[in-house]
């Protein structure tokens, strides 16, 4: 097993204070290693929102994971990979794609897979907050 292979960054609703029945999935095969961030802005759509990466300092607040089996890494995110959308029947567009990122864990860097958006945030609005979970909540959504 690649040793990149192993580490996970979530943002949204794979996150624990989601309360997302894909958390269950998450816990039984990750173990949390801690808080995270990684370069990216966060945009409310009008369904959902979503993160994308950045060049800049913006900063997205999340947790890192890593696999608790590694033999079972490739299962596992192809699991993760179905429940984000990146495998799109044919003729329609991923909606998002897994991309091995730097993630910044109490000062240093890690890398890791983090699910981005893969469509246009064109009729989003930028969501300035770095937190998606305080966001939400903050606003009766969670």
């Known amino acids: 097993m690649e040793l990149t292979c ?4 979530v943002y949204g609703s794979l996150r624990s204070g989601f309360n997302n029945p894909a958390y269950g999935y998450i816990s039984k095969y990750f173990t949390l290693i801690g808080e995270a961030y990684v370069n990216g802005k966060l945009y409310q759509l009008p ?3 979503v993160a994308v990466p950045s060049e800049d300092d913006s900063l997205i607040k999340g947790e890192l994971y ?4 590694p033999s079972e890494c ?7 990979d ?3 959308g990146v495998q799109a029947e044919e003729g329609e567009h991923p909606l998002y794609k897994r991309v091995l990122t730097t993630v910044l864990l109490n000062n240093k860097e890690e890398k890791a897979w983090v699910y981005w958006y893969n469509g246009s945030i064109e009729n989003g609005t930028r969501i300035e907050e770095s937190d998606l979970l305080a966001y939400l909540k903050q606003r009766g959504q969670l």
Request: hydrophobic letters at 50%; a negative charge.
């Open 6 to 9: 192993r580490n996970l960054f």
């Open 74 to 80: 490739s299962w596992a995110f192809a699991q993760l």
């Open 47 to 49: 369904d959902f929102p």
């Open 66 to 69: 890593t696999i608790k089996v």
């Open 82 to 84: 179905d429940y984000e």
